[in-house]
């Protein structure tokens, strides 16, 4: 067995000077679930590890004064769960942790650490898409944002750079109007990670005319990397959720993702799923967003 180096951080700066000596060797440990899996089936042999999860200033949630939320990277998706602030102020984040795996994985199991993952069947990747979310990195040259819809590079890899470790998560205010939803399939709930898919969304609705003035449309497992569906997005952005306007968003969606096929469901099985998750879930959203419910938080 090789030997691995363990630097435990205390401070942001200690963690981020670690991973610039190691110069790409070394991996962060937040929760450690996804990290330790990898590690005992040898998918990864780290000779450095960074364990971040001390870090006082990477725990939290706040709401500032002009209504954004920060999430800092350590929080586990129990918190994310049962937190008062982030159901006032993001909704859909309760609903959207809820599905996640069951109270071991969800007391453990850090936001960022997820993030940060890049699992294309991860929750949290959705709905930092949809809620357009921005991810704060620190580094060897200081703090950097990175748009949520640009941090998903491809299969388990995030823009985060060499040495660059996610610090926490700013969600904007919702805009006056908005709804937002979360929906998930999954054959097996509790531990079923591998043949799921997900759909958040969050939809600014003109009370005057019922069009849907913006929306945010995020989904997983539906692809090698969590999916920004812009062109849906385009397909129903200042249009009533009229039938007629969903049948086509829903065609627009069905040629915009790219499943894979798994041990359960076929490619073309997900794609039928992603759309009844979006008919359901956009259904959601717009009847929150005319109940005026999370405009008023
Ligand atoms: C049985 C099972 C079921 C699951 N079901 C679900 C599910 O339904 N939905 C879902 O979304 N997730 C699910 N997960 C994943 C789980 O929720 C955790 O989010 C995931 O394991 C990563 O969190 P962690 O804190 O343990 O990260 P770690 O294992 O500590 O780290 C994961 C990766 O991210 C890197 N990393 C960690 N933190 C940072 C940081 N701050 N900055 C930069 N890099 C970092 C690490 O180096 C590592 O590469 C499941 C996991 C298991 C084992």
Redesign the pocket.
């Known amino acids: 067995m090789s030997e691995c180096r363990y630097t435990r951080a205390r401070r942001v700066d200690e963690a981020v000077a670690a991973l610039a000596e190691a110069k790409g060797d070394a991996?962060?440990?937040?929760?450690?679930?996804?990290?330790?899996?990898l590690m005992n089936e040898k998918l990864v042999s780290p000779t450095w590890l960074v364990d971040?999860s001390r870090i006082e200033a990477?725990k939290g949630i706040v709401r500032g004064p002009d209504g954004t939320l920060r999430i800092g990277?350590l929080t586990t998706?129990r918190e994310v769960e049962e937190s008062p602030a982030v159901a006032a102020a993001q909704p859909m984040l309760p609903e959207m942790a809820a599905?996640?795996?069951c109270g071991r994985?969800k007391n453990?199991?850090?936001f960022?650490?997820?993030l940060?993952?890049a699992?294309p069947?991860?929750?949290?990747p959705v709905a930092v898409i949809a809620l357009r979310a921005t991810m704060r990195a620190a580094g060897p040259l200081g703090v950097r944002d990175i748009p949520a819809t640009e941090f998903f590079r491809d299969l388990y890899t995030t823009a985060?750079r060499e040495g660059e470790?996610?610090q926490e998560v700013l969600f904007p205010p919702l805009a006056p109007g908005a709804g937002t939803a979360y929906g998930k399939f999954a054959a097996r709930r509790a531990?079923d990670?591998t043949s799921?898919v997900a759909v958040g969304v969050r939809a600014v609705v003109e009370p005057a005319t019922g069009c849907i003035k913006d929306i945010g449309l995020g989904l997983g497992g539906v692809g090698p990397i969590p999916v920004w569906a812009r062109a849906t997005e385009a397909a129903l952005r200042g249009m009533r959720p009229e039938p007629a306007v969903i049948d086509r968003a829903c065609d627009v969606l069905v040629d915009e993702i790219e499943p894979l096929a798994d041990h359960l469901y076929s490619a073309d099985f997900k794609r039928h799923v992603a759309t009844v998750i979006l008919r359901r879930t956009l259904a959601r959203a717009c009847a929150r967003a005319a109940r005026g419910v999370e405009a008023r938080r």
Not at 27 to 37: C, E, P, T
């Open positions: 991996h962060v440990i937040a929760g450690g679930i996804a990290l330790g899996i971040i990477l990277a998706h599905e996640i795996a994985i453990r199991g850090t960022g650490g997820n940060s993952l699992d069947q991860g929750d949290p985060l470790l996610l531990m990670y799921t």
